[in-house]
């Protein structure tokens, strides 16, 4: 402990670390423990006054005087002293320990019995000031008492090595009683701020984790949004322009591909109602993942006029609805990859139950590409991460003038 801090300093550095760390009220222990010690600190000194107004001691009128400075000298010096927090302390503490040791030898001086206000002194110096301090003054206070006890008791076997005894004692047990307490303190000092580490690491934990959520839930919603909304509305835009071209010389083509169009409206408009309120996807709504796939198939042909092909396989079953969006908007981002970039003629789709693995495959014979020399755009990181959220994996096989493969595995 520094030699210029007291131990009433102690108390009020642990009560503001954990009150900062916690909002808590942590002063009422250290407050109710100034309380008692004041009421200590006054039956004591009432008592030693009584002692030495009925003892019949010749000039206990000084020694009562000196007594009576002391509650002044003690409420308005050395209650701020125990109270405050004041860094200019050092100077304080000695002048009301020179004064406070002064008035006291004055009183024990004139009347012996004096000596049991030392019960109460010696504990109070390490409230007032540092450590070495308090124990010098103590030192003085034991050898005053000490002195007293030989004077008054001058002559009587033993008065002497009874003086040298009690000081011994008082300051042992003074010396004891500032170990004491100052090994809790420092140790209070140190869980407390244990205490407001782990306080301050909560919090910046709490920060953490809402930012870490508030981030996934917008890659979720930008996910969503790529695999549902955005590729709707580029089929729209596809549709709208082959409508246009194709509206003077082949209108029947045309209405039906704005037909066609407006489906894909409608269930965007489905899917972004989803998105709002949190639910399931649409397409999963109105029937099983197969339906799904089956339809999302079909819409797939009827977009890009070339042929498509759905087959399920396998022990059909219930997936948990989380994995059957997966398969789902993985179905959705491979066959928009198709209509983007394959230039295929021919599209086959397939669901496998397969033990306690559901499989998704998506193969083309477009363009294909070289995987070693092309990094993965949005929709395939996209899909990467939303089947390896599943628990999955995805794996992606092509050749230039091939075709492509994507196939998703997720646990059943």
Not at 176 to 202: C, D, F, H, K, P
């Amino acid at each position: 402990m520094p030699e210029d801090i007291s131990l009433a300093d102690e108390p009020r550095r642990l009560t503001s670390m954990v009150t900062g760390a916690s909002g808590l009220s942590g002063g009422d222990a250290w407050a109710t423990s100034m309380r008692r010690w004041h009421f200590f600190y006054g039956l004591i000194w009432a008592a030693t006054m009584a002692e030495i107004l009925t003892a019949g001691v010749p000039n206990r009128t000084m020694a009562a005087i000196a007594l009576a400075a002391m509650v002044p000298w003690y409420l308005f010096v050395g209650r701020p002293l125990m109270t405050s927090g004041s860094s200019d302390r050092s100077r304080q503490s000695l002048i009301y320990l020179v004064v406070l040791i002064a008035l006291f030898a004055a009183a024990d001086s004139v009347a012996p019995n004096a000596w049991f206000l030392a019960i109460a002194l010696c504990p109070h110096c390490y409230h007032v000031a540092s450590p070495r301090r308090a124990l010098t003054a103590i030192v003085v206070l034991s050898c005053i008492g000490a002195a007293s006890v030989g004077f008054w008791q001058h002559g009587r076997p033993g008065a002497i090595v009874t003086g040298i005894c009690l000081a011994i004692f008082m300051i042992a047990f003074s010396v004891i009683y500032g170990g004491y307490v100052s090994g809790i303190v420092t140790q209070s000092i140190e869980r407390a701020a244990l205490i407001a580490q782990l306080e301050s690491t909560r919090a910046e934990l709490a920060v953490v984790s809402r930012e870490a959520g508030a981030m996934a839930e917008r890659q979720r919603l930008a996910g969503e949004i790529h695999d549902t909304l955005a590729q709707g509305f580029s089929s729209i835009l596809m549709l709208i322009q082959a409508a246009d071209a194709q509206l003077e010389h082949a209108p029947d083509t045309a209405r039906g591909q704005l037909a066609l169009a407006a489906q894909t409206a409608r269930e965007n408009l489905a899917e972004a109602r989803t998105l709002v309120t949190g639910l399931a996807s649409a397409q999963l709504q109105a029937g099983t993942l197969t339906d799904a796939l089956r339809r999302l198939t079909e819409r797939s042909a009827a977009e890009l006029g070339i042929q498509a092909s759905f087959d399920a396989s396998g022990s059909e079953r219930p997936l948990p609805a989380a994995t059957e969006v997966v398969l789902l908007r993985t179905g959705q981002e491979a066959l928009a990859n198709v209509r983007k970039h394959a230039a295929a003629s021919q599209v086959a789709v397939r669901l496998c139950y397969a033990g306690d693995q559901v499989q998704l495959k998506v193969t083309d014979d477009g363009l294909g590409f070289d995987p070693a020399a092309v990094n993965d755009g949005y929709g395939l990181r996209g899909m990467r991460v939303r089947v390896a959220e599943a628990g999955g994996s995805v794996t992606v096989e092509s050749t230039p003038g091939e075709g492509t493969s994507v196939l998703a595995e997720v646990p059943a």
